[in-house]
């Protein structure tokens, strides 16, 4: 696991636990797959932190030269390797949206005089309370206004405004920069945070209180303690989401796999792997095709959930795609579980017995899921999670989801 987090690195984890192994747990090397919009973000970071760099030393960058850099910054090799996910734009495309975002940006700021620069691209990082782990970041620009208000500026050139401060995708990146900036130089007195979305012409400015940065160091550490229990269960699920589009491991991924298989091998008459690929996907049609009638046979609907759940073990896939356009998501999980007083009556009375002498009054009764809430965040003494530890099993559960083609009938309802 990694001695040091970041936002992007606890985003990943929230986002597509799977990923965050490959990435960094397993630290995969993949070849160089760059996005257009990521390419976009960093072109248009490097013009901004070169403009404020000048800034720093008195100099104005006039606005050709700024924007020749920028258009530069596009002309480097790894151009060859951007993806464009957008099938109605061109890379050209992109690089007229940033030369705009720039443009408009210089355009409203300058002379850029309002402040002192404390920092460009800024790294900065702090421990964790009780841990021995450490949060890191960079800040696009550290700047100190006339009235003496330290802004932390982040730039954005998505086109997805968030709601104000309060908007959880504002709301943990920026309080994390504050807590960084905050521990690391404890002189500064008020700090704003303000977002510049850069295609939008928008800026979000917000003040955060002691109180909620105090709830951004406790969501930090646990996010952190949820991934190292991940770690030791070797508990990491796929999550779908709009991420697959840009991520780096899409051809490892199990819940990509079937899929790519039966695309690769698509046309071919031989193959084993063609064929067991094909085996998959008509075990899965017929699941789904199950699932519709699963009141009428529920006895036969089990037995083939149980079929498709050994068929993803063995092939190492959580997600298989059927003959009909539809798939199954198996996701096989592990979890650490104490005993009850119903699967196990004297394990349970053994441990309530060594929970009174803890004096743990909220399990006193005893609450094995207070109990196991405590044992999983770290809230408990080494001597205590020693041991308890002999009473914890863990026990392999699964899910399956079936995900139905529509129909002619219920997209002409829809």
Known sequence: MPSSYSHNSLKTFEQCPRRFKFQYVEKVSMPSRVSADTYLGNAVHQALHRLYERVGDGVLWPLPEFLAFYDAEWEKPERREIAVPKEYMTVDDYIRNGRTMLETYYKRFEPFQDGTLLGVEHDLSTSIPNTNFRIKGRIDRLWKRR??????????????????????????????????????????????????????????????SEEELDLIAGQ??????????????????????????????????????????????????????????????????????????????????????????????????????????????????????????????????????????????TCLTLDVRALAEMYHKERLSDDQRTKLSQFVRVVEGSRVTPKHKKSDEDEDAG
């Not at 730039?155 to 990146?173: A, I, V």
Request: hydrophobic residues 35%.
């Open 147 to 208: 009235d003496g208000v330290v802004e932390i500026c982040d730039y954005k050139t998505g086109g997805n405004l968030p709601r104000g401060g309060r908007d959880p995708k504002f709301w943990f990146q920026m309080g994390l920069y504050h807590w960084l900036v905050k521990e690391n130089f404890p002189q500064f007195g008020a700090i704003e945070l303000v977002q510049y979305y850069l295609k939008l012409d928008e800026v979000i400015p917000y003040r955060m």
């Open 220 to 361: 930090t550490r646990n996010l952190i303690i949820d991934t190292i229990q991940a770690g030791r269960l070797d508990a990491f699920p796929t999550q779908e989401g709009y991420w697959c589009d840009y991520c780096d491991y899409f051809s490892l991924c199990p819940a990509k796999r079937h899929q790519l298989i039966l695309d690769a091998e698509a046309g071919k008459t031989d193959g084993r792997e063609k064929s067991t690929a094909e085996s998959a996907s008509q075990l899965a049609e017929r699941f789904l095709r199950v699932d519709k009638q699963k009141k009428e046979v529920e006895a036969e609907h089990e037995a083939v959930k149980q079929d498709l759940i050994q068929m993803a073990r063995e092939l190492g896939m959580d997600k298989i795609q059927g003959t009909g356009g539809g798939s199954v998501s198996v996701k096989l999980t592990r979890e650490e579980k104490f005993p009850t007083k119903s699967n196990d009556p004297e394990g349970y009375a053994s441990m309530s017995s060594l929970v009174r002498q803890f004096h743990l009054d």
